[in-house]
């Protein structure tokens, strides 16, 4: 296991404070707030703490609130909305120095046969065939707003390894494309076989890259050429299938709309033998600068 990815689980490890009340520590990430996926991705296991050991997460559905600071603990509180036979449904409230900053619920189901269909996994290159983030970022240092942007950015992915299929938004900022995009990811190392670790960790990584169809779609190169500025509002994922995120699974994006300073995006994840595992959907602020 790499050093970025236990500090990663280090930050997925909650401290239980009391009853359905956990804490956990903020970091500075690419830009100086918390990044949004890892306030999902705690949320998630904060409510995955409080129901019976037969229920995996199913769904989630969270808003962002506010803006959270890297250098205070988060403290998420959890509602025991509801038990079930089949399901559980938990409500989760993020808070920093008294303030909310997020907001979740999420829904665990018992494993159980149904009616089976999935659409059909897009094409996509073998991911052991692209090259790594490490390999690949060095090439557009001097896009960056400041070159430094391209070691920060490594240093915030370098517990999961990410591969764009195709070039990045900084990479063709000034020539729009259409406004889809795929990444293969998996994690830097091998994780326990914990159903809720594995969907937390997808939760993280699914925050990553959402909206650079919308970028791609303008020509847009992101916060890191600074030719935009956004973040997300809401997020919602659904959990299909089991899968595990240190196995390579197929980040496909696409952004149907963007609107009134806002952006939709959606997504598929598949897993390597095609398996439809996650649909993800988000809304974010993305505004031009002025000035």
Known sequence: MSEALDTLLGLLDLEPVERDVFRGSGRFGVVPRVFGGQVAAQALVAAGRTVPEDRTPHSLHAYFLRLGDPGAPIEYTV???RNGRSFATRQVVATQQGRRIFHL??????????????????AAP????LPTA???????????????????VLQAWSAVDLRYVTEPPYGTAGR????????????????????????????????MTLLDPVLLAHGRGGWAVGDVVGASLDHAMWFHRPFRADEWLLYDQWSPSSAGGR???????????????????QEGVVRVPHG
């Open 176 to 207: 729009p494309r259409e406004p889809r995009s795929q990444v293969w990811f998996r994690t830097a190392g091998k994780l326990p076989d914990d159903p809720l670790l594995h969907a937390s960790v997808a939760t993280y990584v699914s925050d």
């Open 79 to 81: 509602d025991r909305v």
């Open 134 to 152: 490490a390999e690949a970022l060095p090439r557009y240092a001097d896009r960056f707003a400041d070159p430094r942007l391209a070691d920060r």
């Open 105 to 122: 619920t999420a829904s665990f189901q018992r494993a159980e046969e149904g009616l089976e269909h999935q659409e059909e996994m897009p």
């Open 126 to 129: 073998d991911p052991e065939t």
């Open 263 to 281: 952006a939709f995006a959606q997504a598929r994840i598949f897993t390597q033998n095609g398996e439809s595992a996650i649909s993800v959907a």
